[in-house]
T-cell receptor
Framework: GAVVSQHPSWVICKSGTSVKIECRSL??????MFWYRQFPKQSLMLMAT?????????EQGVEKDKFLINHASLTLSTLTVTSAHPEDSSFYIC????????????FGDGTRLSIL | AQSVAQPEDQVNVAEGNPLTVKCTYS??????LFWYVQYPNRGLQFLLK??????LVKGSYGFEAEFNKSQTSFHLKKPSALVSDSALYFC????????????FGAGTRLFVKA
């Protein structure tokens, strides 16, 4: 089946540090990838939709300059949390869809980000 | 605008009993419906989908879901629950609005007691 690899799985760093999270589709090409944030005991909050070779589409209220997304190839998207602060601590999950249609999304295992 | 509701925060069921996790949706046009499961500190795993065709959809791990257009529902079911089914379940709906956008429900936590 389609596999999405997300790395790292856990990050602890100091306030002010920038953190990069990678999301790779291992056995399929993903023209579209999605970045979500999940708070404890809550649903997924879509942050942005990442399209290969073009700028990401951010959801309302998500700071573009804070959460930099790059989708440089059909198998890799990255999310960089710039100058992270404790309020950015969260569980970040990426997903990818194999095709442009309404197929299921395939999710990475998430990244637990803790900012001290 | 599309939306999806999971009216129960939590469902408790005894092992061996049938389980149902409810989901209703609202969408313009044809709905594309999905169920995902999330285990602690993990991403979501795809269980099953309804795109078109037979209203009863069978998926992974013995789960199934029934698409009911008149009630705009897509409830997740399993005839006999296992303790290992305990997890967080998300219903999701996609619709075409210039592209396919997926909306997730709030999630329902399933507890299966031995």
């Amino acid at each position: 089946g389609a596999v999405v690899s997300q790395h790292p799985s856990w990050v602890i760093c100091k306030s002010g540090t920038s953190v990069k999270i990678e999301c790779r589709s291992l056995d399929f090409q993903a023209t579209t990838m999605f970045w979500y944030r999940q708070f404890p005991k809550q649903s997924l909050m879509l942050m942005a939709t990442s399209n290969e070779g073009s700028k990401a589409t951010y959801e309302q209220g998500v700071e573009k300059d804070k959460f930099l997304i790059n989708h440089a190839s059909l198998t890799l998207s990255t999310l960089t949390v710039t100058s992270a602060h404790p309020e950015d601590s969260s569980f970040y999950i990426c997903s990818a869809r194999e095709e442009g249609g309404p197929g299921p999304q395939h999710f990475g295992d998430g990244t637990r980000l803790s900012i001290l | 605008a599309q939306s999806v509701a999971q009216p129960e925060d939590q469902v408790n069921v005894a092992e061996g009993n049938p389980l149902t996790v409810k989901c209703t949706y609202s969408v313009s046009g044809n709905p594309y419906l999905f169920w995902y499961v999330q285990y602690p500190n993990r991403g979501l795993q795809f269980l099953l989908k309804y795109i078109t065709g037979d209203n009863l959809v069978k998926g992974s791990y013995g789960f199934e879901a029934e698409f009911n257009k008149s009630q705009t529902s897509f409830h997740l079911k399993k005839p006999s629950a296992l303790v290992s089914d305990s997890a967080l379940y998300f219903c999701a709906v996609s619709a075409y609005t210039g592209g396919f956008k997926t909306i997730f429900g709030a999630g329902t936590r399933l507890f299966v007691k031995a």
